[in-house]
């Protein structure tokens, strides 16, 4: 880099406060404003979907409410106290719900939002902190920094000890794929939505879990994130392993004449993940996908002796969320029967 490039920097990062945020930060939470002690931090607004989880796995008591709604089905998996805590709207992700005026009148000590960052996400931070002077903290959401973020996440809670313990979890959790040869990870396609045309492409928060427990993600398309594809694509892939969480689709692939045109459905390989009260896979792209790695990883290399999932949906979920659902609520559940 010369010298007028280096000043150009230096320039953008003097008039970006969100640059200087980014460029700043070590830990993976990109800060605007001053936090309130920990000891003192009592009400939490989480921006979106990744962040409520995150805020609710270290510490229910203080998350005003949830981004958007859930079902019946997922507050009953919810620890009791907080099954009614109320839909506030979101200020992360596909346009905001929530107007400012009425965030701050809920006088939240601190904003968090958890997922993607880029400039977009950095400057929404910036200038709602900026707007309603509230403090606001960016964290790097991607999945194979889940126990950084429990921990970082979790001392900026003033829940440290509580940070720590599920980072162990994640620790363990994200399977390390150097034992796992390139040319044995199965070929897998992620389907989305009631018609599994919808997929993640690779190198999306959406898609992490793929990668993370030892497959190749077989969609290929132009731009990120998510995509809809058509059947003729899907055929071209040949994917020899089907995930999703959607029962609809599910239940589609297995008597629909296209769904069955392809090798993984024709070898057995079309997956359901569950989806309560968060998915396992996505739905939304936080620290829930934990267990989800853990499964994925299951389906795709070890097709004899699996685990007991029920037994481990239930320590998940207690250490989690709070609450150990019984066996039998467990076994009700799409994906887990």
């Known amino acids: 880099m010369n010298r007028r490039e280096c000043l150009s920097a230096l320039s953008g990062l003097l008039v970006n406060p969100w640059a200087q945020a980014l460029a700043a930060s070590t830990t993976g939470l990109h800060i605007f404003g001053r936090p309130p002690e920990p000891g003192r931090l009592r009400r939490v607004f989480a921006a979106g979907a990744p962040a409520a989880v995150l805020v609710y796995a270290l510490t229910p008591e203080k998350l005003l409410g949830w981004p958007g709604p859930l079902s019946a089905e997922a507050h009953a998996l919810l620890a009791p106290p907080y099954r009614t805590l109320p839909v506030l709207g979101r200020l992360a992700g596909r346009g905001s719900t929530l107007p400012l005026e009425k965030l701050v009148a809920l006088k939240p000590d601190l904003i968090v939002d958890a997922g993607t960052v880029d400039a977009t996400y950095l400057s929404t ?83 992490e879990c793929i990668e993370a427990a030892c497959g190749v993600n077989v969609a290929r398309s132009e731009g990120q994130g998510l995509a809809r594809v058509s059947r003729e694509q899907i055929l071209a892939w040949a994917p020899e392993v089907i995930v999703t969480q959607y029962p609809e689709f599910h239940a589609l692939a297995r008597k629909d004449a296209f769904w069955q045109r392809l090798p993984a459905v024709q070898a057995g390989r079309l997956h359901l993940a569950p989806s309560l009260p968060f998915g396992w896979l996505d739905g939304p792209p936080g620290v829930n996908r934990l267990i989800g790695v853990r499964w994925l990883y299951d389906r795709l290399h070890r097709e004899d002796g699996r685990a007991d999932w029920i037994e481990l949906a239930r320590e998940f979920h207690a250490l989690f969320y709070g609450h150990a659902p019984s066996r039998e609520e467990l076994m009700r559940l799409p994906g887990l029967a």
Do not use: F, K, M
Not at 188 to 202: K, N, S
């Open 125 to 207: 931070a910036e200038r709602v902190h900026r707007q309603t002077g509230i403090p606001y903290v960016l964290v790097d959401g991607r999945l194979a920094d889940s126990a950084r973020q429990l921990r970082e996440t979790g001392r900026l809670l003033g829940v440290a000890e509580r940070g720590e313990r599920l980072a162990r979890y994640a620790e363990t959790a994200l399977v390390v794929c150097g034992g796992v040869p390139a040319g044995s990870r199965p070929r897998v396609y992620l389907a989305r939505a009631a018609d599994g045309l919808e997929t993640a492409l690779p190198g999306s928060i959406n898609g």
